[in-house]
């Protein structure tokens, strides 16, 4: 676990849930319990338009803020978290729906986790992310960074997927199915669970490749360390890198997709209670008697 600590807490920066513009009130309320412990709150320029209100440009947000915060579910802190991995801002997720993996302060936690906050009771913790890059045939890389997993698929379903897959310049094997999942221990309660994968500690080094419907009953998900580089390509003319399920590549044969743990990780804020244990039971009904 770690010990550390903000520097300061006087500034917070937002994103909120996009396509919802029924969240202004939500946000509103949220943002005059942080300026009633004295936080200043700023608000991206993206979500600010979607409710009609004025707010900055993204970079700027997160440059004056001491920390960050997504309102929405899970998948708005992950694009919150990959946006911001440059300027290394530890980050927290309030969410608006059900409790999530991730965004694990409730709407009505607030009030109460800003006491924590304000007290130095809360830990940051930090949590390994993928950086990879699409190395193209001429040449050109495009980077990435992932927080939850990396998919390689094929982009219609009629149609099998057969990946190479090497090890530190090693090939040691040829995925044929549905697709490849490469996920970090954060990503490992995601697509990876779903596909059979297993759930990892996020604090965990590793990373964690699972084959989605393979066609071979000795194919089973294999974790390996996170400083390990695994390089993945494939015959297909059409195959998809899916970056958190959010950005998508387009692969040809020429390509080769690349893929290690990244040098730093993400800074996530949590209430100090906050047991990693206890999600997944109330998450995944571990320990209900039927």
Known sequence: MSNQKLEQIKTAGFILKPNDPDIRTLYERIRSQFEAKGIAVLLAERSAEMIGLKGIPFAQMCEKSDFLVSLGGDGTLLSLVRRSHSYNKPVVGINAGNLGFLADVTIDDVEQFLEQLTSEEYRIDERMMIEGYLQRKDGKKELFFAFNDVVITRPVVSKMATIYASIDGERFNTYKGDGLIIATPTGSTAYNLASGGPVMYPLTQALIMTPIMAHSLTQRPLVVPADFTIELSSPEER????????????????????????????????????????????????????
Do not use: C
Not at 239 to 254: H, K, L, R, S
Not at 265 to 285: M, P, Q, T
């Open 239 to 290: 195959i998809i890198a899916v970056i958190d399920g959010q950005d998508d590549y387009e692969m040809t044969p020429e390509d080769t997709l690349v893929i290690m743990g990244a040098k730093r990780g993400a800074k996530l804020l949590h209430r100090k209670e906050r047991n990693y244990f206890s999600v997944l039971r109330d998450k995944l009904s571990w320990g209900d008697e039927h």
